[in-house]
């Protein structure tokens, strides 16, 4: 693995260049997980553009999204 001087643009933590990408939006480099056999954090979606069938980058912030992605949010359990 590779740290990358950037830290991720959604959580702000180190990134690894193997597991991260660039935001097609914002042009910084975020958390992705590209293998399905490894546990890595998700800070942005990867799709696949259908116009021009090339794989699409965008982090949460982007996105709209909070950045604690998966982590169902923290009500009150009483
Ligand atoms: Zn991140
Ligand atoms: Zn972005």
Sequence with gaps: MT????????????????ASVLCGVCDQRFHLNQRNDVDGRDCGEVWIDEQYLSLRFACFNCLGRATAAGEPPVGSGH
């Design 3 to 18: 740290t990358v001087d950037d830290p991720c643009a959604v959580c702000g933590e180190a990134v690894e260049e193997e």
